[in-house]
């Protein structure tokens, strides 16, 4: 699995913007059949900064995904918004998405 983290920190102005621009982006990224999961948050430090966690079931989806015409969009439409350029981390892992953490469960109440 290619899993990666993308930290984006957008222009205070754009920050009410920043999702919607990246909808379309988001929903055909999803609908990739390498993709196994494509998710945004937020810092709660810094309202202006996105995070996005992404990852690809092979390096070929994920090479795949860069070679997209949305793809290709989204870095057109996100490079006039953000304030800097965006911090990431790619690495391959073992395994194929989200493990369970079993050290917290859900108490009974």
């Not at 920190?9 to 609908?31: C, G, I, K, M, Y």
């Amino acid at each position: 699995m290619i899993f990666i983290a993308v930290k984006f920190t957008v222009r205070s102005a754009e920050r009410d913007n920043w999702l919607p621009a990246v909808h379309d982006f988001t929903l055909a990224t999803r609908q990739e059949p390498g993709n196994l999961f494509f998710d945004w948050s937020y810092s709660v430090e810094n309202p202006d900064q996105f995070v996005l966690l992404e990852a690809f079931a092979s390096p070929e989806a994920g090479e795949e995904h860069v070679r997209s015409a949305h793809f290709a969009a989204a870095v057109e439409t996100m490079s006039e918004l953000v304030s800097e350029v965006p911090e990431i981390i790619n690495v391959e892992v073992p395994g194929g998405g989200w493990s369970r953490m079993t050290e917290v469960t859900p108490r009974n109440r």
